[in-house]
């Protein structure tokens, strides 16, 4: 199996000609790195005016292996090949690596690219990717594979350590200013934050910037030298280098994300391109991706998958908005113990609920499961703002916080059948969609009683998030060990033996009067398991799905949001030539906003029947699409998605079935309506679906351009609410049970 790595980007505070003197000093020899003995020069060449330098090297490098695999492979030494290509004209180094030793058993490769800093020309930055492949290696390929990631590892963190120490040298040396070369400019590899925002919106940016590279003269061409060097080699150095998609800098995730291992930011920078790939919206927080990542071990495919069904999730119940368009009921308000009580001393966000005293079947029964389950899911988008608002308060990432949970007064009637039944569907949301954001679940004063609630909701309790219980029984939370370890004295509550007041209040028993006795855990889904707004189509191959809309004012707005959820589809939309035709031959029904519209079974056709008003586009398995269409003129407008095949199924597992499973809602805005929206600023979505609303009238075209439906960017995710971690989330029967 192929092993990769992809580093984030490594940036150093100094300008490139300074940052190339100390990569020199790294030969023939370097102390800093025990394991590389030395090396010699195979080939090099210099161009006429010395802007561009290819040297060949071989390297020695020590074996760290066992002695047993030494004896078995009959080497203490193992040789890599390193070719650097310098180009002084554009102030970039591209250094390739290859083992010699080997080489039909082992394949091992690594690119390094030193480059100007896209938004800063006098720093320097260092991107990094590798490849291990242990084809065969007299049946110890396993211990190979290790023993090879782990030297690469160790070398890997003394990279900029190593480069940064030669500077310093160099600058005692009173080296401090290498001028550059004559006329170089400096290409950076990168894009900057600016063209990074500018290629979301402008997706030929790219283009834009190859067609005015064409523009500029051409470099000077030069013969092949007497070397064995082969002629596209000084091409490639000659050449300036592809742009590429923005990458993480280390001073950013430092920041923001704080310590990764060598895995973690590899299988993050392979995540991100992946979303990228696949998710036409826009791109979820680092974060978030973060977090994806860790709650399945680093797995990328599994990681992706879980993604992949949130960002369907999230569109679809419009989570992102929830703190905007949702208001608790009075019920939650006075009743619902719980709520935001300082920080504990790792700057975590703390939320406290007093379980114990909770009337959860009274509020079951007051707001239903579905109140239940919008109170969880604001709790936790609260909670990202709290968390962000703790990084800014503490210089440094804050990404989860701490549950204290009291469980005083917990017995039997907690485990109401249906309350139980509304605390597992709750987990289920919370599991699947809020993962890695619960730092530390503190479960104070447990009864006996608790190790029941624990046996029937640990099952369903990520392995993960159970690590992160602690359970204290009585007032063992006051000893040494308890919660003054976490917590800071002076935050501690009041009814806990702190003297810290706190607004959480004990619960209460709800009044009956506040009962409602319909769609309250017995039988029927809650509207949150499946939204009024969207509604269903399985795409068969042959037989497109259609909608046909009838839009009676010119320049009114059609919008759609779909999701794709098995399958791929071909969306289209279209114009009917013979709108009254169209009309008589099909079943009218009731449209958005009152409008009129069709569906029919049988394909309309491109050309003869309808004019292409949006370019066809292939929409991908979990993808998310949402556009606008401004009508020019009065209609019959067909929204129409086709089965397609074009893309090709991953290994292992092939699509058997002809037919695509979609989700979507659409909307007709008249031109009135959308003046109104513009002008005030309003949408009957969300401000980011405005803005492209307005973008599209500018230019008086349609947009295909696929959004996140999110006012926050789906900025982060979480985990910890009160109510699944406190009452579905417990912990071990015992305080001894729980590993801290």
Not at 258 to 287: F, Y
Request: aromatic share 10%.
């Amino acid at each position: 199996m192929v092993q990769e790595y992809q580093s984030p980007v490594r940036v150093y505070e100094h300008p490139f000609e300074l940052v190339m003197a100390a990569y020199e000093k790294r030969f023939p020899t370097c102390p800093m790195i025990p394991a590389f003995l030395g090396s010699e020069t195979v080939h090099e060449y210099k161009s006429d005016d010395g802007a561009i330098h290819i040297i060949e090297r071989k390297c020695k490098l020590n074996v760290d292996a066992p002695y047993l695999v030494k004896k078995i492979a009959g080497v203490d030494y193992v040789y890599f090949i390193q070719r650097n290509s310098l180009n002084r004209r554009d102030r970039t180094l591209k250094i390739e690596a290859w083992n010699d030793s080997f080489a039909s058993r082992v394949e091992i490769k690594e690119h390094c690219y030193y480059s100007v800093h896209q938004e800063n020309p006098s720093w320097t930055v260092f991107e990094q990717d590798a490849s291990l492949d242990v084809k065969n290696f007299f049946g110890f390929e396993s211990a190979v594979e290790k023993l090879a990631i782990k030297a690469y590892t160790n070398n890997l963190k003394k990279g900029k350590e190593i480069i940064l120490h030669y500077i310093k040298e160099l600058i005692s040396q009173g080296v401090t200013h290498i001028p550059p070369f004559e006329s170089s400019k400096g290409r950076p590899r990168l894009l900057s934050t600016v063209e990074k925002q500018s290629s979301i919106e402008r997706p030929d940016l790219e283009e834009t910037i190859e067609s005015e590279a064409e523009d500029q003269p051409e470099e000077p061409t030069f013969q092949p030298p007497a070397t064995e060097i082969h002629p596209e080699t000084i091409q490639e150095a000659v050449e300036p280098p592809p742009l590429q998609e923005y990458k993480l800098e280390d001073s950013f995730i430092e920041r923001y994300l704080g310590h990764l291992s060598l895995i973690e930011e590899s299988t993050l920078m392979k995540l991100r391109r992946k979303v990228a790939a696949t998710h036409q919206g826009k791109m979820p927080d680092d974060a978030v991706m973060l977090r994806f990542l860790r709650a399945r071990d680093c797995n990328l495919e599994k990681a992706f998958e879980m993604l992949r069904n949130t960002l369907h999730w999230r569109r679809q119940h419009h989570v992102d908005t929830i703190l905007q368009t949702w208001s608790p009921p009075p019920e939650l308000i006075e009743y619902y113990p719980g709520g935001w009580h300082k920080y504990d001393k790792d700057s975590r966000p703390i939320y406290l609920i007093r379980l114990g005293t909770m009337d959860i079947k009274g509020l079951l029964r007051s707001v239903g499961e579905e109140g239940f389950v919008k109170q969880v899911v604001s709790i936790n988008e609260e909670g990202l703002k709290k968390c962000e608002e703790a990084t800014r308060i503490f210089g440094k990432p804050v990404t989860s916080w701490t549950c204290l949970c009291d469980l005083e007064g917990l017995s039997m009637r907690h485990l109401w059948r249906p309350g139980v039944r509304a605390m597992l569907n709750i987990i289920e949301v919370v599991e699947a969609n809020y993962p890695e954001t619960i730092g530390r679940l503190l479960l104070v004063r447990a009864p006996r009683v608790f190790g029941v609630v624990w046996t029937l909701l640990s099952p369903f309790i990520d392995e993960n998030s159970r690590k992160k219980f602690l359970i204290y029984s009585g007032n063992d939370y006051q000893g040494p060990g308890g919660l003054a370890d976490y917590i800071p004295a002076e935050y501690i509550p009041g009814f806990l033996g702190g003297d810290c007041e706190c607004d959480v209040v004990e619960g209460k028993t709800v009044p009956k009067a506040f009962h409602r006795f319909h769609n309250i855990g017995e039988g029927g889904e809650s509207s949150w398991l499946g939204s009024d707004l969207y509604q269903t189509a399985q795409v068969l191959k042959g037989s497109p799905h259609e909608v046909m809309i009838t839009v009676s004012e010119a320049e009114s707005v059609i919008t759609w949001d779909f999701d794709v959820i098995d399958g791929d589809t071909m969306f289209t939309v279209l114009r009917h030539k013979r709108p009254r035709e169209a009309s008589l031959n099909n079943v009218t029904t009731s449209g958005c906003l009152g409008e009129s519209m069709t569906s029919r079974l049988s394909g309309i056709r491109p050309g003869i029947d309808a004019v292409v008003v949006e370019r066809p586009i292939l929409c991908t398995q979990g993808e998310s699409v949402q556009g606008t269409h401004i009508c020019t003129q009065p209609g019959v407008f067909i929204l129409q998605w086709k089965y397609s095949s074009q893309t090709t199924p991953s290994r292992g597992a092939p699509r058997i079935m002809h037919k695509t499973k979609v989700m979507f809602y659409y909307e007709i805005l008249p031109s009135r309506e959308f003046r109104k929206y513009s002008m005030f600023g309003i949408s009957s979505n969300n401000s980011d679906f405005n803005e492209n609303l307005l973008a599209s009238s500018k230019t008086n075209r349609g947009s295909m351009s696929s959004l996140e439906s999110s006012q926050s960017a789906f900025s982060q995710l979480s985990i910890g609410t009160a109510t699944t971690l406190s009452s579905g989330a417990s912990a071990a029967t015992n305080t001894s049970s729980v590993s801290r």
